[in-house]
């Protein structure tokens, strides 16, 4: 006796659908399965900053949003879609072209933790972004200088600044309050500016904490206000980044910024010109992702 077993074409085409959905799953899986290395990309979102990390473990943590939904589509390049994990959001400080981006990433993405200052802004992107921190109950950290962030067992993330913590009523320009961090994996750091004038490396300078590092993401998009020599000298980076928008009505970066990065032997990218600017470093070594 012989048994003919018919399938409908139908049930091919869900068959198939369910294959190619179970490829994709596994693809992405495979793909974003941690390598043991730190990951770190500036990205192009015009002009502002937003910066993504992912340490050897898988740990998450975006710096910024940029000054529109841009980051969203980043975010969602980065990470698979049946994923939305961000272990620690940093606001560095809640100028517009740091924070919007920000808010529809607290509303779409499961976010842990939250680290930003007592830095106020009167905007509706700001009101907006601390309303979906409630409406989340998202657990809100205020960073400090000296303070030591443990984002895997081998990947630290040490604040810098603010040096001083200032009462928000007293924090008249948001750039001085901005957070500076050193990302660290074994000898390789990476230094993340925020908009931090001239005012602040100096302060960083005077408090005595180490500020050397291979990567340096240069403070306030290359303006002439941050990035001062002697600063730049004890960094000492092998490279830069700048996040800047093409063309943009400040001028960013100033030609007196990239003129002291080349006097320097910095080996610098702007995101006006490379897009998504990527490192990788196994804690040895460092270099273009």
């Known amino acids: 006796m012989q048994l003919e077993i018919r399938v409908s074409r139908k049930a091919w085409l869900a068959l198939a659908l369910l294959a190619l959905m179970s490829g994709l799953v596994w693809a992405g899986i495979w793909q974003y399965t941690p390598d043991g290395k730190l990951h770190v990309t500036v990205y192009d ?5 937003a910066i993504f990390l ?3 473990t898988g740990v998450r943590v975006l710096v910024d949003g940029g000054p529109d939904q841009e980051v969203l589509k980043k975010v969602g390049e980065e990470l698979p879609f049946f994923d939305r994990r961000i272990d620690l959001v940093v606001l ?3 100028h517009a072209d740091h924070i919007a981006g920000l808010i529809d990433i607290l509303r779409r993405y499961q976010v842990r933790h939250v680290l930003t200052t007592q830095a106020q802004a009167k905007s509706e992107y700001y009101r907006e972004f601390i309303r979906a921190l409630m409406d989340r109950r998202i657990d809100i950290i205020e960073a400090h200088a000296g303070q030591l962030i443990t984002l895997d067992r081998w990947t630290k993330m040490r604040i810098l600044a603010p040096v001083q913590i200032l009462p928000a009523a007293a924090v008249k320009d948001p750039n001085e309050a901005s957070i500076v961090s050193r990302v660290s994996l074994g000898i390789i750091d990476f230094l993340l500016m925020g908009d931090a004038p001239k005012d602040v490396e100096n302060e960083i300078i005077a408090s005595g904490q180490a500020i050397d590092a ?3 993401k240069v403070g306030h998009h290359g303006s002439r206000g941050s990035t001062g020599q002697q600063f730049l000298e004890m960094v000492s980076p092998l490279y830069a980044a700048i996040s800047s928008g093409a063309a943009n009505r400040y001028g960013h970066p100033h030609q007196e910024t990239l003129d002291l990065l ?7 990218f702007r995101t006006d010109q490379e897009g998504d600017i990527r490192f990788v470093t196994d804690g040895r070594t460092i270099s273009r992702d």
């Open 92 to 94: 560095t400080h809640p």
């Open 214 to 216: 291979e990567m340096l």
């Open 45 to 49: 979102v015009g002009q502002g900053d």
């Open 54 to 56: 992912r340490t050897p």
């Open 262 to 268: 080349e006097r320097a032997h910095v080996k610098f």
